[in-house]
């Protein structure tokens, strides 16, 4: 309790909230024992919210369900007709966008259900770095994002500010409606809440602009890579409980179930920063 500064109403729910917290951490020093003994490919160790139930941290941390992904395999872009595929030849076996400096600073979206536009700004964040050639990592506003594009569709995937949304309605909007630009976070500061859109063209990062996006389905290792290698990715996944128990190492899990099945929705977006074997 002292660990992590909990405080709580009355004996009552002290002693409910130590009940969840010794169950998550028999299962911590279980999946850790696993992990030394080389049964399990991943590392758990415990956190502070292990004291609420899945269903409060999943409120918490704005989980989401989302409409099913399309499993075949297809590019889409906003206005190009694209190849079958993009997987060059030669690429390197392993990168890391985070060692070439090309990722910028990890946020806490909060319990607001944000992850699609942390994620869409990451991404963003990095094309921008690319295009004036590493000279400079700028840091724009989710806020703004998030706010302005609440309400945007594209191709029926749509952006509902703290309730959800899909990186592509996030990309679209940039390109469509705010000529490729974001506003700097030092404008629109993040809130963890729905907002006001901010349209401050004073505040409007100009050095690079974003013309346009590329969609990928289907899950073919080599155009993965291709596509990582580009750039950092918008991503998305399906958390499941014991992911919030995550430390280090490869995830994987036997709670995972079939893209398609009932129930099977991804609620997460991620940035994939890069590829390689461990």
């Not at 590019?75 to 190849?83: A, E, H, K, N, V």
């Not at 705010?178 to 729905?194: F, I, K, L, M, P």
């Not at 006001?196 to 013309?211: E, G, K, L, M, Q």
């Not at 992911?243 to 036997?254: A, E, K, L, Q």
């Amino acid at each position: 309790q002292q660990q992590f500064e909990k405080n709580y109403k009355d004996e009552e729910e002290k002693e409910e909230r130590k009940k969840i917290f010794l169950q998550n951490e028999d299962y911590v020093k279980q999946k850790h024992e696993d992990f030394l003994s080389g049964k399990s490919h991943w590392d758990a160790d415990m956190h502070d919210f292990d004291d609420l139930t899945m269903e409060e941290v999943q409120q918490k941390f704005g989980v989401h369900d989302l409409p099913h992904l399309p499993t075949t395999k297809a590019f889409q872009s906003r206005s190009r007709t694209l190849p079958s595929s993009i997987a060059p030849r030669n690429i390197p076996d392993e990168w890391n966008w985070v060692t070439q400096g090309g990722v910028s600073q990890i946020k806490s979206q909060g319990s607001c259900g944000s992850c699609a536009s942390f994620t869409t700004i990451g991404a963003v964040e990095s094309c921008m770095w690319k295009a004036v050639n590493g000279s400079e990592m700028m840091d724009l506003s989710e806020q703004q994002l998030m706010d302005c594009g609440n309400g945007h569709k594209w191709n029926g995937y749509g952006a509902s500010g703290c309730d959800g949304a899909w990186g592509e309605a996030y990309l679209d909007y940039i390109v469509t409606k705010q000529n490729g630009t974001v506003e700097q976070e030092s404008c629109a500061q993040y809130t963890g809440s729905d907002g006001t859109c901010s349209n401050n063209p004073s505040c409007v990062y100009d050095r690079a602009t974003v013309s346009d996006w590329i969609r990928y389905t289907g899950g073919d290792d080599e155009e993965m890579k291709a596509m990582v290698y580009m750039g950092p990715v918008v991503s998305y996944l399906r958390v499941i409980d014991d992911f919030y128990s995550y430390s280090s190492g490869v995830y994987d899990s036997d709670q995972c179930c079939k893209a398609g099945e009932s129930g099977c929705w991804v609620n997460h977006a991620v940035l994939t920063v890069g590829y390689g074997t461990e």
